[in-house]
């Protein structure tokens, strides 16, 4: 689902969303939760003076995959190569349920389809814990 694209600044996409972000804030709407965050590209860095700070920003340029799941199903091969233009597969999530967010294959956050100037996005809705997250990598 990811699309790769090498834009000029002055023609970034994410202007897009930022600009439907600052008219949410203008507008009032939201759930109380300020929109921000790593995903917004509001990346909060260590001061120099944490021991760990030299550690941790080798790492946050790092580009990971970042992958929003609509739902599963498992079935057998034979109906795989029946599969034509116009087929229908019947997936495990329901209409309205909120799509997993996945990084790297891992589940960070659940969210709500939106959409901003004809493009698709995700509104997170609930975010798993970075301690959370943490225990989930190392037993993976």
Do not use: C
Request: net charge negative; glycine share 12%.
């Amino acid at each position: 689902m990811a699309v790769e694209e090498t834009q000029k600044p002055e023609d970034d996409g994410m202007a897009d969303w930022a600009e439907a972000l600052q008219e949410q804030k203008a507008s009032g709407a939201g759930d109380g939760h300020e929109p921000g965050g790593v995903l917004s590209g509001e990346v909060p860095r260590p001061s120099a003076g944490d021991a760990p700070a030299a550690d941790i920003n080798m790492v946050l340029d790092i580009p990971v995959q970042l992958s929003v799941e609509l739902g599963r199903t498992k079935v057998p091969i034979k109906h795989i190569l029946q599969l034509g233009q116009g087929s229908v597969v019947e997936l495990d999530a329901l209409a309205g349920e909120p799509m997993d967010v996945l990084v790297n294959g891992y589940l960070i956050a659940q969210g709500e389809v939106v959409v901003v100037n004809d493009k698709f996005g995700i509104r997170l809705t609930d975010v798993v814990t970075p301690s959370e997250r943490l225990r989930r990598v190392s037993r993976g």
